[in-house]
């Protein structure tokens, strides 16, 4: 299989992401799926979706989960509200994770993905300990279904990421590296994290930010890539170096302008292709 192979987020019918046709007008050949519905969930939807993909040369390589009442207007309410953490939302949205897994299966989709929220830096806590608990229940579900569990960094700086996997202590648990969110969280640099979790790291997002001027107390800025602070040359020769060869999707959260979105898609798709052939050749 090619190495790198590019790629973007996106959705069907929910969420953040480029639409399908965009994808298949930018020449992507890869994609990761923002999980559509719960109505859209079925399997004769599974088919045609297939069906159409394939029409676009078009392969999926992780679904991933989103949640109804998550929000990422700021950092305090990223806490409150996003992924498995929040103790109000966590059953039902175990279970959801759940069915969005079994709809992966449907689409042949291996890897599943998600924001599993901000965990606690201390593993003391009995809040830490029950994060630990039902990211073990998702993993083992997953690995039922022949699929990885990756999650999506961020949140918290890589040691703390290292401990927890550790500590979930299963072998289909592995990271999403996404390097914006690490300056936009204030998290830690994105380059040196990459080399504390590196071994964990089975799929990435391509996206850029700059940092704020009170990193992990306010919101960095999310900008088109190659704008921002991530350096994209030093992070793809770190994947590289760690021995990273799947794919390189490509992030960038502006539904709200799709034209712009497409626009800054198509020159990070520039910017990566160079990028791949002075490294890769
Ligand atoms: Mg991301």
Redesign the pocket.
């Known amino acids: 299989m090619e190495k790198w192979p590019l790629g973007v987020?996106a959705s069907i019918d929910a969420g953040l992401g480029v639409k399908l046709e965009v994808a298949h007008e930018l020449k992507v050949p890869t994609i990761q799926l923002h999980a559509p519905h719960k109505a859209t969930r079925t399997a004769e939807n599974a088919k045609r979706f297939l069906d159409r993909l394939g029409g676009l040369g078009i392969r999926i390589t992780a679904v991933f989960g989103g949640f109804e009442g998550e929000s990422y207007a700021d950092i305090p309410t990223v806490v409150r509200t996003v992924g498995l953490v929040p103790p109000e939302t966590r059953a039902a949205r175990t279970a959801e994770i759940k069915e969005i897994a079994d709809f992966a299966r449907l689409l042949g989709v291996d890897v599943v993905a998600l924001?599993l929220g901000f965990v606690p830096h201390e593993p003391s806590e009995s809040l830490y300990r029950e994060v630990l608990a039902v990211t073990r229940d998702v993993c083992d579900h997953c690995r039922r279904n022949g699929q990885a569990l990756h999650l999506?960094?961020?949140q918290e700086p890589a040691d703390s990421l290292l401990q927890f996997i550790h500590d979930v202590d299963r072998d289909n648990l592995f990271v999403?590296f996404?390097p914006?969110?690490m300056i936009l969280y204030g998290s830690g640099n994105p380059i040196e994290a990459l080399g504390i979790i590196g071994r964990y790291v089975k799929s990435v997002?391509c996206?850029d930010a700059k940092w704020a001027v009170n990193p992990g107390k306010e919101w960095g800025q999310e900008v088109a890539l190659g704008d921002g602070d991530v350096g994209f040359e030093a992070y793809l020769k770190t994947l590289d170096r760690l021995g990273y060869t799947g794919p390189l999707t490509i992030?960038r959260?502006i539904p709200q302008d799709p034209n712009r979105q497409k626009a800054e898609i198509g020159r990070a798709l520039d910017l990566l292709r160079n990028l791949k052939a002075k490294l890769v050749g």
Do not use: M
Request: hydrophobic share 15%; aromatic share 8%.
């Open positions: 987020f924001h999506e960094t961020g999403n996404d914006a969110n997002h996206k992030e959260e």
